[in-house]
């Protein structure tokens, strides 16, 4: 539990002008925590831009600072990737969400790189300092079970359960989908799994691949709106957004078993639709692609429930923070 005294201010950090999913889950968080009688604001790090705030944004109606306000009442809220920010503040009380493992990783020498060259260095200082998963005065927010399961591996005796959802305008644009428009289509995302993707491609010649690629979202939805199957062997760093768009978007979503999609608690598909990126079950793969092509609305309807937990997301969201920051 995060106590929250009348005046405290939330601080969520993210980086400007950047639309991937990490910033949009960060955004929808402070306009969450601000409907939900909090006093939140975003705070943009890395490059000095007159509007920080992404147009894609503009719809959350976040309010942002330039500066934060060092003091015990208050709260600091970085994602994983940006855990290094928390060594510039002495007083106020900080959290990480952690919307993914991998990327917290991957990101290290990256803004190794970054600092060398300048970057971020009026925000980090000197020091690039790492978060030491030994710090029991760091509260850590999991966004999936993954990640939270990763944090107790580490030592983290109190993790908090903190997820994220799709907004409410996507899944009302998309819940209606008319099973008469699908097609025949496998789309797949080739930033994820691509590796293990082209040996399915390769052997399933009579099937029809479409990547998601050079789209923008709008192109993405009408391209899951016409697919019967997304497949994602990707590595899963945190609850991804697409395979749950496509499931809105009435697809068969098939995963391998790296990361989040190993656990039925962020992927709660059928392990039917599960497999492991060997070579041994590209066969077993591609015949389960032909089944849902064959059988569409038999299998469709086997994702029923994974379409309801994606709809009570955001209720369960706002559940979540009231749990977690608690009012004095």
């Given at each position: 539990?995060i106590?929250?005294?009348?005046?405290?201010k939330?601080?969520?950090?993210?980086?400007?002008?950047?639309?991937?999913g990490?910033?949009?889950l960060?955004?929808?968080?402070?306009?969450?925590l601000?409907?939900?009688g909090?006093?939140?604001?975003?705070?943009?790090?890395?490059?000095?831009?007159?509007?920080?705030?992404?147009?894609?944004?503009?719809?959350?109606?976040?309010?942002?600072?330039?500066?934060?306000?060092?003091?015990e009442?208050?709260?600091?809220?970085?994602?994983?990737?940006?855990t290094?920010?928390?060594?510039?503040?002495?007083?106020?009380?900080?959290?990480?969400?952690?919307?993914?493992?991998?990327?917290?990783?991957?990101?290290?020498?990256?803004?190794?790189?970054?600092?060398?060259?300048?970057k971020?260095?009026?925000?980090?200082?000197?020091?690039l300092k790492?978060?030491?998963?030994?710090?029991d005065?760091v509260?850590?927010?999991?966004q999936?079970?993954?990640?939270?399961?990763?944090?107790?591996?580490?030592?983290i005796k109190?993790?908090?359960?903190l997820?994220?959802y799709?907004?409410?305008?996507?899944?009302?644009?998309?819940?209606?989908?008319?099973?008469?428009?699908?097609?025949n289509i496998v789309?797949?995302?080739?930033?994820?799994?691509?590796?293990?993707?082209?040996?399915?491609?390769?052997?399933?010649?009579?099937?029809?691949?479409?990547?998601?690629?050079?789209m923008?979202p709008?192109?993405?939805i009408?391209?899951?709106?016409?697919?019967?199957?997304?497949?994602d062997?990707?590595?899963?760093?945190?609850?991804?957004?697409?395979?749950?768009?496509?499931?809105i978007?009435?697809c068969?979503?098939i995963?391998?078993?790296?990361?989040?999609?190993n656990y039925y608690?962020?992927?709660?598909?059928?392990d039917?639709?599960?497999?492991?990126?060997?070579?041994s079950?590209?066969?077993t793969?591609?015949?389960?692609?032909?089944?849902?092509?064959?059988?569409?609305?038999?299998e469709?309807?086997?994702?029923?429930?994974?379409?309801?937990?994606?709809?009570?997301?955001?209720?369960?969201?706002?559940?979540?923070?009231?749990?977690?920051?608690k009012?004095?």
């Open positions: 539990m106590e929250v005294f009348n005046g405290s939330i601080y969520v950090v993210c980086v400007p002008k950047h639309t991937t990490g910033p949009e960060l955004h929808q968080f402070v306009s969450k601000n409907m939900l909090y006093e939140a604001y975003m705070y943009y790090v890395g490059e000095n831009i007159e509007d920080p705030v992404a147009e894609q944004y503009k719809k959350y109606n976040v309010k942002y600072v330039t500066e934060i306000e060092d003091k009442r208050n709260i600091i809220i970085v994602p994983e990737v940006l290094m920010i928390l060594s510039n503040y002495k007083n106020i009380r900080k959290a990480i969400w952690w919307l993914s493992i991998d990327n917290y990783y991957f990101s290290i020498e990256m803004l190794k790189t970054r600092l060398a060259n300048g971020l260095k009026a925000f980090l200082g000197n020091n790492y978060f030491d998963f030994n710090d005065n509260v850590n927010l999991a999936c079970k993954y990640i939270s399961e990763h944090l107790k591996k580490k030592g109190k993790v908090y359960y997820s994220d799709l907004n409410r305008e996507f899944l009302k644009q998309n819940l209606g989908n008319d099973l008469k428009n699908k097609e789309a797949y995302n080739p930033k994820k799994g691509l590796e293990f993707t082209k040996k399915l491609i390769k052997a399933g010649k009579h099937i029809r691949w479409v990547p998601i690629k050079d923008n709008e192109e993405v009408q391209l899951l709106k016409k697919s019967k199957v997304y497949i062997f990707g590595n899963h760093p945190g609850k991804d957004r697409i395979p749950r768009e496509a499931a978007c009435k068969c979503v995963t391998g078993r790296k990361g989040s999609a608690e962020d992927v709660p598909i059928d039917s639709f599960k497999f492991q990126d060997d070579e079950n590209i066969n793969i591609l015949d389960r692609i032909t089944q849902c092509f064959d059988n569409f609305e038999i469709m309807e086997k994702f029923h429930k994974y379409r309801d937990i994606i709809r009570r997301s955001e209720m369960e969201f706002e559940e979540q923070i009231v749990d977690i920051f009012i004095s």
